[in-house]
């Protein structure tokens, strides 16, 4: 059986999407986010539960919205709510995953999606938090999704948009956060990454089909931790790229 | 909790002020049933000056107030102060030169990407930017509408975003726990788009409702533009479906299509084309001023906006409406 | 023409709907209150708008609700909401009068809804603030309806459930209540009284039909400002008496 | 501000813990959709201990969930502290002797005067009272549904209202005006009626709704009687009216006539007659006794209650319905 071929975008959906365990729920953003989450329904977590920022729960995702708060977030949904009650519901700790992205993202998984350089007077602006440094806060375990790049992935990010563990271990605490929330996965195009449980730093976990861990290495501007062994993950399967392309974005909106 | 509490670098746009809130709401507030429908050309001078504390509703290219923010730059009401949660509706304002300064949260195009009229106004300086997030904006917004002059979050804790924002740290009086204080905005104008009104502005939404219910309880000029007038028969028969009562209400314009190029649930879809061809004219400072000459300035109203779109379009985009 | 007869309850009806302005608003009680409002409504203030506790917006009051959460406080109204945004409504400013009731009142109109003795171990136990406490902070203006009775006008009341102008001048401001706010009115089977606006204590309006100054005066366990004159309250017109008897209560629910 | 910050001697009767909570939801709680019908007798006795913290809602003789109050009785759950918003259905707890202390803003019966059973208890020292608005509790019950510790106000500044709850004082951080900060309460248990739900728990309400958002948003577990089951189609085609999500719900019971003797907008009208005889039973301890032993103890559940009611007596209060 050769292995079929797949785009970046496929891949990211399919490692994202593998992240997420059944009966549990995820805040969901535009693009990869959404995909993952249709992906993991249709596979291995059918009782996973979308969150759409602006109050749409749990729709049928027939046709994939184009915005967080589009009417595709809440068609046939269970509930079709208010920004603050969606928000609210992870405040109470009721949301396992958050998608998050970013222009940087450091060793501790802060990211930075609102400036490059000043703030005041920026060298690129960005478009700043959205629900990004909610999500960071309530969310149990934050995914990032990341073009893997030595300038994205940077000792110290310019703008610090959405707390990651901050500056290391306890520091999330200290800074009043939810206990027991944080960063959990970054998945690249590269690589599967996640962070070591006693120094809060990033660490590459698995190492994307065809990619060898230098490359990884190379990649990022810090200094990555590794787990041994470092594992490879596997490529979309036929299974998955079928649901993708045929039943959940047949019109290709995204992939 | 000796340790010092933190507070954000940016200073108020809005100061919070419950008693003045609450002693203008009573001047200027009128319980009476009267018929509130007007134009977008009346409603925008009458009730929106240069300078104001605006704020709109939904937000992305979903039920946003697009006839009444093209009207506000076909007035060319500047200074103004915008709370940022936006995608193309606050997007207009800025490109046309209208923006001072923003609370900050969003102001992108998602899928589509960074705002290249963001990145000119920021870049460029030209706007004064606090950051917040996406929630303790609306946060914000339902302090004033509780009529306090805050609200405790957790949100924003550690971060930058609360480093440039104006909120303060405080500390629970009950647990000691570290909060962020939001101050609340009670803004100047609102602008909502909804699905339905009677023509008192009892209003009635299909779907999310996004922060639709703190903005029109936190505003103190409320501008509701509506798919279409039912009968006060119809708000009385479901009171429960008033989201939005009708003394909240200053002014109500009829605007079908009010939410185009963006979508409508229940009415009809994004479209597609036109926002292409918007994204690809605001990459240059040049395409903007062209696609504002062409959508606002050219034309006296939304009626005139809507024939530019023409009737085969706006077919084409309620048969792609998204249905129950 | 002879004057018609009438009772204690309908006459503190129509001397309560007497003190409501049109085009404004009132936040509602069961009882008197409502009663009140609905003469109003189809007397002198056809735009005044009722505010119900749980909800109710606007009513048309066709079937008297029997409680301030009932079906009826929102029958055919404009909105039906919940009791916080009721309540956020007022904190607004939004709602002109509110009315309270009680088993003391002292010169300040500070009312008592909670205890006779101590908290703890209470003489008499009434049922607490529900709204009452909201009400006096929130409301323009509040008017009282009470029994004309010495042990209930008293110099101080055992227990502040809601704060009228608490010891007096500026006292209301030091607490923190709203500016602008205070009671306004009480309206007793007795007479109409008031509040001197430079010492805050009860003021002496108007008496009943058939009511002496003196007798008003041997009825309050503290002393009573006088307005100069005292004026005379009318008796229920026939209008008003037609009003309550035929459409308002015509099941004699309350009067 | 110079001033002594006050604050109220009563001690709290939950600890406001949103870190615990956050832990305690994600351990019990399901998004699972599972059909959670059961038995008032099974819902009981999973979900309420002796001692827990409860909340009851509506209000009054209205929309409340009076199968699942008599059941508690049945059971004999003592101990309880409660949320004394109410009438007829916190009354019957305290009746049975089985509320220990009151966060109480009301108990009394409206125009029907004040309550003879709170009243024996009160002065027989036999609960522990503190004083609270309103509004207030409602605002507790946001705070835990809004995951903060607390939330500020301006009501009750002043009042012995004040000074006998567990609220503090506290300063605005950007006006420096006083505030009352009111404690979250996450309560252990909320128990509410409606009209409709899916069999998972979506649930619809028609009229207003009360506090029945922030109490189901509060409770660690929550169990909602239901008028009638619908599909979850109906659900899912009218997404806007699910007020409260299935998640939030533990434990459905399916209880028509569930408000009985009260009333319920759309399904039936309050029971005046036998308002009256429990309003003059409850006058006297022995009265009191008579009155639970007659319609609670010595019946099984909510099916024998409605027989005892009577099929013609429950046909005239349909008759006698509230319809739009």
Redesign the interface.
């Known amino acids: 059986m050769t292995q079929p071929t797949y785009n970046k975008t496929e891949l990211l959906i399919c490692l994202a999407a593998r992240q997420m365990q059944d009966?549990?729920?995820a805040f969901i953003?535009?693009?990869v986010p959404m995909l993952a989450a249709a992906l993991a329904k249709r596979m291995h977590a059918p009782?996973?539960?979308t969150f759409?920022?602006?109050?749409?729960?749990a729709p049928?995702l027939a046709?994939l919205p184009?915005?967080?708060?589009?009417?595709?977030?809440?068609?046939?949904?269970?509930?079709?709510?208010?920004?603050?009650?969606v928000?609210?519901?992870a405040?109470?700790?009721?949301i396992?995953y958050g998608f998050l992205g970013g222009a940087q993202i450091d060793p501790y998984g802060n990211l930075n999606s609102?400036?490059l350089g000043d703030?005041?007077?920026?060298?690129?602006?960005?478009?700043?938090?959205?629900?990004?440094?909610?999500i960071?806060?309530?969310c149990?375990k934050t995914i990032a999704i990341m073009p893997h790049d030595p300038r994205k992935f940077i000792p110290k990010v310019d703008?610090?948009?959405?707390?990651g563990y901050?500056d290391g271990p306890g520091?999330?605490e200290r800074?009043?956060?939810?206990?027991?929330t944080g960063p959990y996965r970054v998945v690249t195009n590269l690589a599967l990454l996640g962070y070591d449980e006693t120094t809060r730093r990033m660490k590459l976990l698995a190492v994307n089909p065809g990619v060898t861990v230098e490359q990884v290495v190379a990649s990022t501007g810090f200094e990555l931790l590794q787990a041994s062994p470092v594992g490879e993950n596997a490529p979309p399967t036929e299974q998955e790229l079928r649901l993708l392309r045929e039943e959940i974005d047949p019109t290709r909106l995204?992939i | 909790m000796s340790e010092q509490l933190q507070r954000g670098i940016r200073e108020l746009l809005l100061q919070p002020d419950p008693d003045g809130v609450r002693e203008w709401m009573r001047e200027h507030k009128t319980m009476q049933l009267v018929d509130k429908r007007t134009t977008e050309a009346e409603a925008v001078r009458r009730l929106i000056q240069p300078g104001d504390y605006l704020a709109t509703e939904?937000?992305?290219?979903?039920?946003a107030p697009m006839s009444l923010v093209r009207e506000i730059i076909r007035q060319g009401i500047g200074g103004l102060r915008i709370a940022?949660q936006g995608?193309m509706e606050t997007e207009l304002l800025i490109a046309a030169g209208l923006v001072a300064s923003i609370d900050?949260?969003?102001?992108?195009w998602?899928?589509h990407g960074?705002?290249p009229v963001?990145?000119r106004a920021?870049?460029g300086?030209r706007v004064e930017?606090s950051?917040?997030?996406?929630?303790?904006l609306?946060?914000r917004l339902?302090a004033a509408a509780m009529g306090v002059p805050f609200l405790p979050?957790?949100?924003?804790?550690?971060?930058?975003?609360f480093k440039?924002s104006a909120a303060k740290?405080i500390t629970c009086p009950f647990t000691g726990?570290?909060?962020v204080a939001l101050p609340a905005t009670a803004v100047d104008v609102g602008l909502i788009h909804v699905q339905r009104a009677d023509c008192y502005g009892n209003c009635q939404i299909d779907?999310?409702?996004?922060?639709?219910?703190?903005l029109a309880r936190a505003a103190k000029k409320l501008i509701v533009s509506v798919e279409e007038i039912i009968d006060n028969e119809e708000v009385r028969k479901y009171p429960e479906r008033t989201l939005i009562p009708w003394f909240l209400v200053d002014a109500l314009v009829v605007a079908p299509f009010g939410s185009h190029p963006g979508?409508m649930?229940?009415y009809y879809w994004?479209d597609e084309e036109a926002l292409k061809d918007y994204l690809k004219q605001i990459q240059t400072e040049e395409g903007t001023r062209e696609y504002l000459q062409r959508t606002v300035h050219d034309i006296p109203d939304h009626a005139a906006y809507l024939e530019q779109v023409g009737r085969a379009r706006q077919e084409a985009l309620i048969e792609a409406r998204?249905r129950r």
């Open positions: 009966d549990t729920s953003g535009t693009g009782n996973l539960v759409f920022e602006f109050g749409g729960v049928d046709v184009h915005g967080v708060g589009g009417s595709r977030t809440y068609h046939r949904g269970l509930a079709a709510l208010g920004i603050l009650d928000m609210e519901t405040a109470r700790g009721l396992e609102t400036v703030q005041a007077r920026p060298k690129v602006r960005f478009p700043g938090s959205g629900g990004a440094s909610d960071g806060t309530y149990w703008f610090v948009t959405t707390a901050l520091a999330r800074a009043g956060l939810p206990r027991g995204y | 939904l937000y992305g290219s979903v039920r940022g995608v900050l949260t969003y102001q992108g998602e899928v960074i705002s963001l990145r920021a870049e300086g930017i950051e917040w997030s996406n929630a303790s609306a946060w339902k979050t957790r949100s924003t804790l550690g971060t930058d975003t440039y740290e726990m570290k909060l779907g999310i409702s996004g922060f639709a219910l703190e979508e649930n229940g994004r998204t």
